[in-house]
């Protein structure tokens, strides 16, 4: 099992910035793929930005240039730092963990941009 915390969601404005964290514990594969997805209301979850073990990132069209995914392998968390921020990128933020054999979510956390 692998557990998956995420943290840093709130409300902001446009224009404004957030860094979500994701925590992974439990039995964690080293070799391992870290994502973030957003559900936006009346949308399906879609990805945001991944990132591999090795550093290798990959990002939704919309958020290039704005966000940037990031992680600490010593601490098995990935950060999602969000800047430049859009009433549009309002949602429930989902981190994900995948690997060998596992596929793991976490519970989401909020991000609500005002206008």
């Known amino acids: 099992q692998v557990q998956l915390v995420e943290s840093g969601g709130g409300l902001v404005q446009a224009g404004g910035s957030l860094r979500l964290s994701c925590a992974a514990s439990g039995s964690i594969f080293s070799i391992n793929v870290m994502g973030w997805y957003l559900r936006a209301p009346g949308k399906q979850r879609e990805l945001v930005a991944r990132i591999t073990s090795g550093g290798s990132t990959n990002y939704a069209d919309s958020v290039k240039g704005r966000f940037t995914i990031s992680r600490d392998n010593a601490k098995n968390t990935a950060y999602l730092q969000m800047n430049s921020l859009k009433p549009e990128d309002t949602g429930v933020y989902y981190c994900?963990?995948?690997?060998?054999?596992?596929?793991?979510w976490g519970q989401g956390t909020q991000v609500t941009v005002s206008s």
């Open positions: 994900r963990q995948q690997s060998m054999g596992y596929d793991y």
